[in-house]
T-cell receptor, first 112, second 114 residues
Framework: AQSVTQPDIHITVSEGASLELRCNYSYGATPYLFWYVQSPGQGLQLLLKYFSGDTLVQGIKGFEAEFKRSQSSFNLRKPSVHWSDAAEYFC??????????FGSGTKLNVKP | DAGITQSPRHKVTETGTPVTLRCHQTENHRYMYWYRQDPGHGLRLIHYSYGVKDTDKGEVSDGYSVSRSKTEDFLLTLESATSSQTSVYFCAISDIQVRHLEAFFGQGTRLTVV
């Protein structure tokens, strides 16, 4: 069965430090992969997406993600975190029958 | 931003009563989805639609039904609400063109069953 795993439930980083959020997927074919961000009480906003081609994709707000087929991973990175990045982040894949599968989310806390 | 409107945004209802949540889109997207969000579970698919009157179950469909009589509207009904259905419900839309392959989300409906 198709699934998405985010191993880290909570992560705390200092403002200005680098960030990497992990995501692993299970899917036979090359999946369509996404990262979303959710601020409290809000809906989900797309940060970036991967369909094919260049395995390093750039998104909004200075985020990037790298698709690694050999590791079934699609990790999200940012070189310097800002306090406004504190939110919950979801990795997702689109697969069979055009359904979307989401990880359980990673809550990011940013220390001043 | 994609035109997706969920109504109501907040609702408190009593156990055993039926509840209907509405999702309305102005994007003419083919696919529509209902998810529920609960702490520690991320978003779980309840039902989805791949066209007018074409729907299918997701992973947590028990106790829920849906209808899609028009492209723009996707209704989620809790047939007899239970406390375990207290959650935040999100509607999403998508399509098959490359620029619309991601899911676009509504603002959510917070449902409390007392």
């Amino acid at each position: 069965a198709q699934s998405v795993t985010q191993p880290d439930i909570h992560i705390t980083v200092s403002e200005g430090a680098s960030l990497e959020l992990r995501c692993n997927y299970s899917y036979g074919a090359t999946p369509y992969l996404f990262w979303y961000v959710q601020s409290p009480g809000q809906g989900l906003q797309l940060l970036l997406k991967y369909f094919s081609g260049d395995t390093l994709v750039q998104g909004i707000k200075g985020f990037e993600a790298e698709f690694k087929r050999s590791q079934s991973s699609f990790n999200l990175r940012k070189p310097s975190v800002h306090w406004s990045d504190a939110a919950e982040y979801f990795c997702a894949s689109r697969g069979n029958f055009n359904k979307f599968y989401f990880g359980s989310g990673t809550k990011l806390n940013v220390k001043p | 931003d994609a035109g997706i409107t969920q109504s109501p945004r907040h609702k408190v209802t009593e156990t055993g009563t039926p509840v209907t949540l509405r999702c309305h889109q102005t994007e003419n997207h083919r696919y529509m989805y209902w998810y529920r969000q609960d702490p520690g579970h991320g978003l779980r698919l309840i039902h989805y639609s791949y066209g007018v009157k074409d729907t299918d179950k997701g992973e947590v469909s028990d106790g829920y039904s849906v209808s899609r009589s028009k492209t723009e509207d996707f209704l989620l009904t809790l047939e007899s609400a239970t406390s375990s259905q207290t959650s935040v419900y999100f509607c999403a839309i998508s399509d098959i063109q490359v620029r619309h392959l991601e899911a676009f989300f509504g603002q959510g409906t917070r449902l409390t069953v007392v």
